[in-house]
């Protein structure tokens, strides 16, 4: 069942609404869309179709009941219409508010593990320019889809999403070709064990207690390790331990960093906090890179 959707963009939000949220102008997208008659027209129309289906081939009552949930189909779809109409606004908005380029579904260049995950893989929104001080960079809302199979047959997909930071910061190429800070999680006991399996990684030890109960730090082997503890600075770790936003991690391979959060975040402050975050991993390397 379709739903009208003007050729035309949809109306502004009022001049002084200020948006901070995705969900924001939902409800006034939703608004607008039920009260145009054309949508009723539509929704009504292919439930009067619905119901005489079902009295025609079933029963009354059942094509009732057909109707019904055509209705609320209706009315749904509406509401995903309208929720993608709010969520455009508020990038749009915020793209413009911070001088960033806004752009759709896109693929991300796969220069990390976690860009290089899933069956499929994809940004759904982008938002391009300055990050920080003189850093441009690129955040992203990212998926990744994993199929699988189970003993059935039946075939199923798991979406993974988060949200991205990217900065290309060439000049530690250099001093640290791979580095990994993963939130921390599983048993402490097990480290040795599962370290027999990570190949040419070698997990970093740094003299920081709750460094180390947060995140699990792993660089490439016989990486210089003089350089790592003083890329580890105390205000860096100070920062990373009490500062760095909820389940931060990232990844550093040949020059191409990618900080990220779970989930796909759709507030300003949200988006800001991760742009912030992108950019302070950033200068913390070139910083220890140009010593």
């Not at 600075?233 to 990373?240: A, D, N, Q």
């Not at 989930?263 to 742009?275: F, M, P, R, Y």
Request: charged share 25%; proline share 7%; net charge negative.
């Amino acid at each position: 069942m379709s739903t009208p959707e003007d050729a035309s963009p949809p109306p502004p939000p009022p001049p002084t609404q200020v948006l901070d949220d995705a969900d924001d102008l939902r409800g006034h997208h939703f608004k607008l869309l039920m009260g145009r008659p054309l949508t009723w027209f539509l929704i009504g129309g292919f439930a009067l179709i619905g119901a005489a289906a079902g009295a025609i081939f079933l029963s009354a009552p059942i094509g009732g009941a057909v109707a019904a949930a055509v209705i609320v189909a209706g009315i749904l779809i509406v509401f995903a219409i309208a929720d993608n109409r709010a969520a455009e606004a508020f990038f749009t908005a915020y793209a413009k508010e911070r001088g960033l380029e806004l752009g759709g579904r896109s693929p991300l260049p796969p220069a990390t593990p976690l860009l290089r995950k899933g069956d499929d893989r994809y940004a759904e929104r982008t938002l391009s320019g300055p990050i920080g001080a003189g850093l441009e960079g690129i955040l992203a809302l990212y998926t990744y889809e994993e199929e699988s199979t189970d003993s059935k047959g039946n075939r199923q997909t798991n979406y993974y999403r988060y949200t991205v930071g990217l900065v290309n910061v060439p000049e530690c190429v250099d001093h640290i070709p791979e580095l990994y800070c993963q939130r921390k999680f599983g048993f402490r006991a097990l480290e040795k064990f599962e370290d027999v399996f990570r190949g040419s990684k070698a997990r970093v030890s740094l003299e920081s207690e709750v460094l180390q109960e947060k995140y699990e730090i792993f660089a490439k082997d016989k990486q210089d390790p003089i350089w790592l503890r003083r890329l580890f600075s105390p205000t860096f770790i100070v920062w990373l331990t009490d500062s760095a936003p909820e389940k931060f991690a990232f990844e550093l391979v040949g020059g191409n960093l990618c900080c990220y959060v779970s989930g796909h975040k759709e507030k300003a402050a949200d988006l800001d906090t991760i742009a912030a975050a992108s950019a302070t991993v950033a200068k913390r390397l070139r910083e220890e890179a140009s010593e």
